[in-house]
């Protein structure tokens, strides 16, 4: 899938025309862009709910009942989520953000590869791996905390150490409602997008899977990048089915030259 077609070419340019004359151009993102980073997503080919059942190992309720359902996967998961780096899907969109051409980026992923990539206004959606809290007493480790207890305790589930109660991570488990901040910043900023540029998701989890109908009811376009088809591709002004890792660099390019001829042709 990497070898770009043609059609990729013309949506690539299109893509670039569209956001460097946008005003208000933001990015959605998903676990397929850290895929490229080796951290697998959920419902792509090899995804993490192929392996583990989403109802018994991502939902709030399995959580309470036995917590070390999660903490199993989460064991088979975090060298590999602790240990990624961005990829140049990441490093692009963090120099879009730099030229002023996106003025955020909203990402339904955990990881804070966006972050490590220097891209500064990030709304996480669906939380991250920084901070795990008590169930009982509210106490708050960091993810350092975290692991010296796993490594010292050598117990699946972890447990505080002033209540004994489950700890949870800050990540949004199915049936537990999105941190208010985030959720309305990201509605607000989807209703004033001019241009939604959706990165390695697959659109099938609410609320988040609505967020480009705001755009797209205020009369904003939204351009789909995915190597599978979404449920929105009808409604895209342009869908580019191929890597984010491949295709993100390829529109910053085509964008800075873009820039480059209109500087040369002021100046003469
Ligand atoms: N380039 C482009 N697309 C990719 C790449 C890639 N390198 N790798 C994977 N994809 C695509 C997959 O084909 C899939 O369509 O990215 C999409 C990822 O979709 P999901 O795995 O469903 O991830 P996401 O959309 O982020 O899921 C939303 O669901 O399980 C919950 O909380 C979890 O945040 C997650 C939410």
């Known amino acids: ?31 397929g ?26 939902d709030i309720q399995a959580f309470l009942k036995d917590p070390s359902k999660f903490w199993q996967m989460a064991e088979d998961i975090a060298p ?22 996106i003025k955020a980026v909203i990402t ?40 010296r ?11 505080c150490d002033f209540c004994a109660a489950p700890l949870k991570p800050s990540v949004v488990l199915f049936g537990e409602n999105l941190p208010n901040f985030e959720k309305y910043m990201s509605i607000d900023l989807a209703k004033k997008a001019d241009i939604m540029l959706i990165a390695g998701s697959s659109l099938m989890v609410a609320p988040i899977c609505d967020l480009p109908l705001y755009t797209l009811r205020n009369g904003g376009k939204i351009i789909i990048l995915n190597d599978e088809p979404t449920y929105l591709d009808k409604r895209a002004e342009i869908v580019i089915n191929n890597k984010t890792g491949v295709v993100l660099p390829l529109i910053l390019k085509k964008i800075k030259k873009i820039q480059a001829n209109f500087e040369s042709k002021t100046h003469n």
Not at 83 to 97: C, D, F, Q, T, V
Not at 131 to 137: H, I, K, P, V
Not at 149 to 159: D, G, I, S, W
């Open 33 to 58: 862009i850290s895929t490229e980073s080796g951290i697998p997503d959920f419902r792509g080919e090899g995804g993490i709910w192929e392996k583990y059942e989403p109802e018994i190992y991502g």
């Open 80 to 101: 590999t989520l602790f240990n990624a780096k961005p990829n140049p899907g990441h490093y692009s969109i963090a120099e879009l953000e730099k030229m002023n051409i």
């Open 149 to 159: 207890k796993l490594k010292r305790e050598k117990n699946l589930q972890p447990l």
């Open 108 to 147: 339904q992923n955990i990881d804070e590869l966006h972050q490590k990539a220097g891209t500064v206004i990030v709304y996480e959606v669906h939380g991250n791996i920084n901070r795990f809290t008590c169930l009982g007493c509210r106490a708050s480790y960091n993810k350092e905390q975290l692991l």
């Open 1 to 31: 899938m990497d070898k770009l077609k043609e059609i990729d070419k013309e949506s690539i340019k299109k893509a670039a025309n569209l956001l460097v004359k946008a005003k208000n151009a933001i990015v959605l993102t998903g676990a």
